[in-house]
């Protein structure tokens, strides 16, 4: 069964201060591995997907790698409105996506 | 371009009474998923529909939910006899046909409560 593992829960950051999120997952055969974007009481939106390790991808202040492992959102330089939380899915031999519960970030003025 | 589009996004029903919850995929999407978000959980994959037919609903419970997707029209997500551990929020999602990339893009959501 495909598992996704996020940490940490909460992260509270400085305006400037860069941090990451790891996601860890254990799949049979990685088709994706993708992250969302969620705000309260809104939809997930989707942010990158990753194929392979050693993939990467940026947008914005955001940038996303992957090992056989784990990934991670790196954050460089946030601003508060980069507040939300952040969600990990992996989609392994089948269509449907497995979800860890996700990184609340908060950046603070 | 619209989004996925759901609605209603806010249901309350009592106990015993029937759920309705429509999705209409993106524009030239036909592939349809639903998941169901709990307080403090993650989102939980329960079916993938196309056009007319059930791909996987692994993750659907055995009874009182039932999901569609007609050839004209959205897809629908029915909970019958609805229970309070049926209050979530209920996502759906869409992607393009034809793709390995398997992206899926989301609706805002209908938010159920159950008193």
């Known amino acids: 069964e495909d598992q996704v593992t996020q940490s940490p829960e909460a992260l509270r950051l400085q305006e400037g201060e860069s941090s990451s999120l790891n996601c860890s997952y254990t799949v049979s055969g990685l088709r994706g591995l993708f992250w969302y974007r969620q705000d309260p009481g809104k939809g997930p939106e989707f942010l990158f997907t990753?194929?392979?390790a050693g993939e990467e991808k940026e947008k914005e202040r955001l940038k996303a790698t992957l090992t056989k492992k784990e990934s991670f959102l790196h954050i460089t330089a946030p601003k508060p409105e980069d507040s939300a939380t952040y969600l990990c899915?992996?989609?392994?031999?089948?269509?449907?996506?497995?979800f860890g519960t996700g990184t609340r970030l908060t950046i603070i003025p | 371009n619209a989004g996925v589009m759901q609605n209603p996004r806010h249901l309350v029903r009592r106990r015993g009474q029937e759920a309705r919850l429509r999705c209409s995929p993106m524009k030239g999407h036909s592939h349809v998923y639903w998941y169901r978000q709990l307080p403090e959980e993650g989102l939980k994959f329960m079916v993938y529909l196309q056009k007319e037919n059930i791909i996987d609903e692994s993750g659907m419970p055995k009874e009182r939910f039932s999901a569609e997707f007609p050839k004209e029209g959205p897809s629908i997500l029915r909970i019958q006899q609805v229970v309070r551990g049926d209050s979530a929020a209920y996502f759906c999602?869409?992607?393009?046909?034809?793709?390995?990339?398997?992206?899926?893009?989301f609706g805002p959501g209908t938010r159920l409560t159950v008193l």
């Open positions: 999602a869409s992607s393009l046909p034809g793709t390995a990339l398997n992206e899926q893009f």
């Open positions: 899915a992996v989609s392994g031999g089948n269509e449907k996506l497995t």
């Open positions: 990753l194929y392979s």
